[in-house]
């Protein structure tokens, strides 16, 4: 039994009042097709993405870009969603038993257990539809909105997609559906026209779909995790200033005829970021975590203990969610350096670079740092709790 997935990529995202089609709009730094591909690949055996020709080469370019190797290809979207759906189940060739699971790429966040249930449920009944149960009460209106009755709140169900069929149930029904004449919006519609029983599955209501603008900072709200959740940890550390030493701030060597004494490579910077992200957590200090006593650290790369660092948040729960660290010189001028330290830090945390500022300061020749006997560095970063599969507290 194969599994063929029908990805839904086609929208205009007219109400998300965007030219960019949504399904190609990062959320959290990953396009939400990206995402969605990501969640089907070990389930599918085939892939059909759906998409206008126009936006076929971007959407290539993006599964590129991700590094996810599966078998796909495209169909032409239609002008309806059903039409979409068809168009997509008339580039495959699947035994009558196998599974079609048909996905809108706009819910990004579908988990695997959803699709689980829902491959399940077609094994089991050949139709799996998640199904939210209703929480409102809803109201059936004319057009002049004029209430004309009210249905039963505990028989209404808000459907999500993967929908999920046997080839052989909605293959036909989808013909007969368009040969009828009939536009569904929904794939359980079209089986529900042609008489045949459609099951729903529990969904998840963080399965959303993106349709208004609104929809992206919930997206990323759902996948960073409540504001609530987050806490923030600061760093303060100095280092001496002495001769016949590097200079190395952020991991980044800079040429100066003074440098920073310590045990490690006395990278000021990242030990105050260090201390910011482990007082979030309250997880103590570099001190306790890498004692300078310690000769496994003698002259060691802090970037290595800044990774070091990110695996022992990772191993509570958290992670970082941003960072802004400031280091007080004098002399030299770090401006020409920012940016690469910038870069070092966010990939030894896994950041976007947008998530990680470095500013340097002089202190007006004021203070040890002033005098150049010192250089200090202050850093401030939040953490969100994250559990093992990557979902966030
Ligand atoms: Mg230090």
Known sequence: MKTYVIMLAGGRGERMKSSLNKVLMPVCGRPAIIRSLDAFIPFADETVIVARPDDQPAIRDEIGKSGLAFPFRFAEGGITRQASVLNGLRSIAPDPVDIVLIHDAARCLV???????????????????????????????????FVLSTPDRSKLFEVQTPQGFTAGVIIPASVKAAEEGIDCTDDAGVLEHCGIPV????????????????????????????????????????????????????????????????HSDADVALHALMDAMLGACALGDIGKHFPDTDERFRGISSVLLLRETARILQEHGFRVYNADITIAAQQPKLLPFIARMAENVSSALDLPAGRISIKATTTEKLGFEGRMEGISSYAVCSVVGQKPDGTVF
């Open 199 to 262: 099951r729903i599955v529990r969904g998840d209501p963080d399965n959303i779909k993106l349709t208004e603008p609104g929809d992206l900072s919930r997206a990323r709200s759902i996948l960073e995790g409540d504001v609530s959740a987050m806490r923030v940890g600061m760093g303060y550390d100095v280092h001496r200033l002495v001769p016949g030493r590097k200079l190395i701030l952020c991991g980044v060597e800079i040429p100066f005829e003074l440098g920073l004494l310590g």
């Open 111 to 145: 988990k695997p257990d959803l699709i689980e249930r829902v491959m399940l449920s077609v094994k089991e009944t050949g139709s799996g539809v998640p199904g939210i149960p209703a929480t409102s009460t809803y109201k059936i209106c004319d057009g002049n909105s």
